[in-house]
Nanobody
Framework: QVQLVESGGGLVQAGGSLRLSCAASGSRFIINAMGWYRQTPGKQRDLVAAITNGGNTNYADSVKGRFTISRDNAKNTVYLQMNSLKPEDTAVYYC??????????????WGQGTQVTVSS
């Protein structure tokens, strides 16, 4: 069982920056990858950025060059530095973790979401 707690969302003007954090906790788990997704009302939840234990990263085309994902494996914490924010970045951002349970089955875990609003 993995619990994810996000923080760092808020209201920012276009061109500004925010840093999101997500801390994972629980008993007897191994996290293979962590990432950030975002969702607006009536739309699917889309990948923003992800990072593996080995440090490999993947970004949505819409955020490349503006967002940076990083991870502290020892703390089971992932960060998303968001620069040059645009109004279209407005969404609820969800932390995601892919973790192995005690039977070595990979499962997805989600945080509660944090609102990011970018004003023009």
């Amino acid at each position: 069982q993995v619990q994810l707690v996000e923080s760092g969302g808020g209201l920012v003007q276009a061109g500004g920056s925010l840093r999101l954090s997500c801390a994972a906790s629980g008993s007897r788990f191994i996290i293979n990858a962590m990432g950030w997704y975002r969702q607006t009302p009536g739309k699917q939840r889309d990948l923003v950025a992800a990072i593996t234990n080995g440090g490999n990263t993947n970004y949505a085309d819409s955020v490349k060059g503006r967002f940076t994902i990083s991870r502290d494996n020892a703390k089971n914490t992932v960060y998303l530095q968001m620069n040059s924010l645009k109004p279209e970045d407005t969404a609820v951002y969800y932390c995601n973790a892919k973790a192995l349970d005690t039977t070595l089955i990979s499962r997805n875990y989600w945080g509660q979401g944090t609102q990011v609003t970018v004003s023009s």
